[in-house]
């Protein structure tokens, strides 16, 4: 195909240079949001009386059925194009002749792309958003199941204080939660419009940004053309926003995968979502946690990729952006097909209460609340914390637990204990005392478990 600037050159460019300038490889999957915008700019050039109202109409309308054409499979891209927008542009012109080249009138490639990321990217941000919710959805779901069952919670992963596994799942509702969040803040950011920028000083014509922007449901369009076509911070904070949902998918999944484990046995994930040994026949592996934990290293990376291309970049444009789309596209797509496995995986798992019961009753977990105990006696916290170490160090050294000390035991360390230390320090009373904003108690999990569902407009 002919290049648009081959009046200037003298000879044909060298194919492997041809190849390795392409982008329609990767950025043929904006034809949507290309199309979309060059109608809104065919509309305005018609408004404006820049080009006639019949050439704007057939313009508008013969883009329309290529993007139907492009929809059902009739019309596939042509991968010898050098990018998308000349892919669309060559198309129209086939079909309408000179008239479709009245099309770029005002317009550069410059606004152009970066009006379709902009416009694919605010696009998939709700997608992401919206599997967020459903991956909100199942945890809320298990959080209510199991709002009493009783686990060791963990801090430097040693057994910490009982908590219920409802509230351990609510702490990954509230990650996500966040993510969404900075998501949908990101995506405030990047909704103005480059297009009319053109290459980075604006235009003689007498363009409406301001209907462009509007009729593409952008918020306004950008105050600085040579910013316009320069600024690639929305593709860096998507990539920041998605690296924290990985960060989080990973964690989840490291616990998952250490729960599921036959040390701990606290679930069972289902068979759909594990895979089996070529050796091994005993074994049940969780691949579909550990490669979501390994893909997250992967978005890191596309994150540096689009920093590292950024850094030195003199404006306005340079040919070096184009890798911007490579790194973004991965991380989205690395994204989303994380978290469509996740939501399943979390939906289905099945939680095993006797295990987390009996390792709660092990590793001393309701030790702060023999010292809280001395405390509402009087003691101050400090000597309770004191007295109850000596506690602990006597149990290890007997191979005893608090639970089976004689009142005699607990009296020879301070005459304050009394017959209610027992009532006291079982696991459930542990669990129900703990009555603070954001604790772990069921009625805590379940309010947290209301609010979360409040948020993302569920009743």
């Not at 994380?338 to 295990?355: A, G, Q």
């Not at 019961?357 to 590793?363: S, T």
């Not at 209610?420 to 947290?448: A, H, N």
Request: charge should be negative; charged fraction near 30%; hydrophobic fraction near 40%.
């Amino acid at each position: 195909m002919a290049k648009m600037w081959e009046g200037r050159f003298s000879k044909a460019a060298d194919k492997k240079a041809d190849d390795f300038n392409s982008s329609i490889s990767f950025d043929s999957r904006m034809y949507k949001q290309d199309i979309q915008g060059s109608i809104a700019h065919a509309a305005m050039l018609g408004a404006r009386g820049i080009i006639t109202g019949a050439e704007s109409g057939l313009i508008i309308s013969e883009l329309g059925k290529i993007l139907d054409d492009l929809e059902c499979g009739r019309l596939k891209p042509d991968m010898t194009c050098e990018d998308i927008h000349m892919f669309v542009e060559a198309e129209l012109t086939e079909r309408i002749g000179d008239t479709g080249k009245k099309l770029h009138t005002a317009r550069s490639r410059n606004d152009q792309v970066a009006l379709d990321t902009r416009m694919y990217l605010r696009d998939e941000s709700d997608n992401v958003v919206r599997l967020i919710k459903s991956l909100i959805r199942a945890v809320l779901k298990q959080a209510e199941a199991n709002s009493d069952t009783i686990m060791p919670g963990y801090t430097h992963l040693q057994r910490a204080q009982p908590i219920t596994f409802g509230h351990h799942l609510m702490a990954y509702a509230m990650m996500f939660m966040r993510d969404i969040s900075r998501i949908e803040d990101a995506a405030r950011r990047m909704n103005e419009s480059p297009l009319g920028s053109c290459a980075l000083a604006g235009t003689t014509y007498g363009i409406d940004r301001h209907f462009t922007a509007e009729e593409l449901g952008f918020d306004r369009p950008c105050l600085n053309s040579i910013d316009g076509v320069s600024d690639r911070d929305f593709c860096v904070e998507l990539c920041a926003a998605f690296s924290l949902v990985m960060a989080h998918l990973s964690r989840f999944a490291e616990e998952i995968i250490l729960w599921s484990s036959w040390e701990f046995r606290f679930i069972e994930l289902d068979d759909a979502y594990t895979t089996g040994s070529s050796i091994m026949p005993q074994k049940k592996n969780p691949d579909m946690a550990e490669l979501v934990r390994g893909k997250t290293g992967r978005v890191y990376g596309d994150l540096i990729t689009l920093l590292t291309v950024l850094k030195g970049l003199p404006l306005a444009y340079n040919k070096d952006m184009q890798e911007d789309k490579e790194a973004v596209f991965d991380s989205l797509d690395t994204v989303k097909m994380c978290l469509d496995i996740f939501i399943p995986m979390t939906e289905t798992f099945t939680v095993r209460k006797e295990n987390m019961y009996r390792a709660a009753q092990e590793g001393f977990i309701n030790a702060t609340d023999i010292a809280d105990y001395l405390v509402r006696k009087g003691v101050p916290f400090r000597s309770a914390y004191k007295t109850v170490g000596q506690i602990v160090a006597y149990c290890i050294a007997n191979g005893k637990v608090p639970d089976t000390l004689t009142l005699d035991e607990y009296r020879s360390f301070d005459k304050l204990f009394e017959e209610d230390i027992y009532g006291d320090i079982k696991l459930e009373t542990c669990v129900l005392k703990r009555i603070s904003f954001g604790g772990t108690s069921p009625s805590s999990v379940l309010e947290q478990v209301k609010c979360v569902r409040a948020r993302i407009g569920e009743k």
